[in-house]
């Protein structure tokens, strides 16, 4: 006969005494057993345990079969898992749960809502005020963020999107020190050549949004309505009344001058038979503030210019006036002036005027 290597054991509902064989006491996932059947096992599943809840040291009542159950609640499990730290607000006082991603070693919360916030920072100096920034280093970050390098290059916002964003900026209106400032901050950055050139090549060529479109009689209105009541102060007034520009201003201004059908014929007419006239039109001849259309590039002082009659007699002007006015400009530097019209302007009339 085999010694036997079990024990008895006495059952808690019945008190009776049973034999379980020694493996039964190293089984890790059934346990030890504590029972003599399965009626008493169900029997013992059925009572109850006191257990407290080391969240909020409350007691509570657990059936048996969730003897493992540590919490009372879903809440103070929840609790209990919470690394992070509870801040006290500097502006109203309340306290507010942060999670451990909040704290880092250069920043730490300090108020409860965007509205403290808000209230909290009035009066206060950022440590970069009055600071500058290299310009390799501004350059560094900007090359690191444009083209594809974006987060956002090629894409695009939803219509939800952009109805949000239209409803929360609807009624907003900006102060005169904050269009000031944003004036100010574009004219620094016109004023860098590489910032000017990037832009130049970015809208070469850009058909603008509104080409082409006819504003509606409600547009009108609204803007017609937005605009009146705004007078320009008097010293605006003295500074454009009477105002001279200079022949560097007139020639950037007329930099992306494209000429127009008229003088395009006209570059034509020259090319085909060889004449001597360069197109000047885009502002690289300006003689007293005036600028021709054409030069000869010859031994002769000759300008030609070339225009349509509707436009010269807008607002009650005459033809007669204008070219006086260009010719005694022109003959006091020794130019001689050549007209032609949209008439005029023909292959004959042309080699006859200037041969």
């Known amino acids: 006969m085999s010694k036997k290597n079990g024990k008895t054991i006495i059952c808690k509902i019945c008190g009776i005494e049973k034999y379980y064989p020694g493996y039964r006491f190293h089984e890790k996932d059934r346990g030890i057993p504590q029972y003599c059947s399965r009626a008493c096992k169900y029997e013992g599943m059925k009572k109850q345990l006191r257990i407290i809840c080391p969240c909020c040291k409350n007691e509570f009542l657990v059936l048996y079969k969730n003897r493992r159950n540590k919490y009372c609640s879903l809440s103070c499990s929840r609790e209990a898992r919470k690394t992070g730290r509870k ?24 108020f409860c809502s965007k ?5 909290g920072l009035i009066g206060h100096v950022p440590w970069n005020k009055g600071k500058k920034t290299n310009l390799e280093w501004r350059l560094r970050c900007s090359n690191q963020i444009s083209g594809e390098r974006h987060p956002r290059w090629g894409k695009s916002c939803s219509k939800e999107t ?88 007139i020639k950037k201004a007329m930099r992306r001058r494209i000429p127009t059908s008229l003088k395009e014929r006209f570059m034509e007419i020259a090319y085909k038979h060889n004449l001597p006239y360069a197109y000047v039109g885009a502002g690289s001849l300006v003689i007293e503030n005036f600028n021709p259309d054409f030069v000869n590039v010859g031994n002769e002082k000759i300008l030609v210019e070339v225009y349509a009659r509707i436009y010269k007699t807008l607002d009650g002007k005459s033809i007669e006036t204008w070219k006086n006015t260009r010719t005694d400009t022109f003959l006091r530097h020794g130019w001689n002036t050549i007209f032609f019209d949209e008439i005029e302007l023909t292959e004959e009339n042309v080699l006859l005027a200037l041969s």
Request: hydrophobic share 20%; net charge positive; aromatic share 6%.
């Open 87 to 110: 801040i006290k607000c500097e502006t109203c006082g309340t306290e507010k749960y942060y999670p451990p991603s909040c704290f880092t070693k250069t920043r730490t919360p300090k």
């Open 162 to 249: 952009k109805e949000k964003i239209s409803n929360a900026n609807k009624g907003k209106k900006r102060s005169e020190e904050v269009k000031k400032a944003i004036g100010k901050a574009n004219k620094k950055h016109w004023e860098c050549p590489e910032y000017r050139g990037r832009m130049e090549k970015i809208n070469l060529g850009r058909v603008p949004w509104n080409k082409g479109k006819k504003l509606s009689e409600e547009h009108k209105r609204k803007l017609s309505e937005s605009h009146k009541g705004n007078k320009n102060s008097p010293s605006w007034f003295k500074k454009m009344c009477g105002r001279k520009l200079s022949s560097e201003h």
């Open 115 to 119: 509205k403290c916030k808000i209230i």
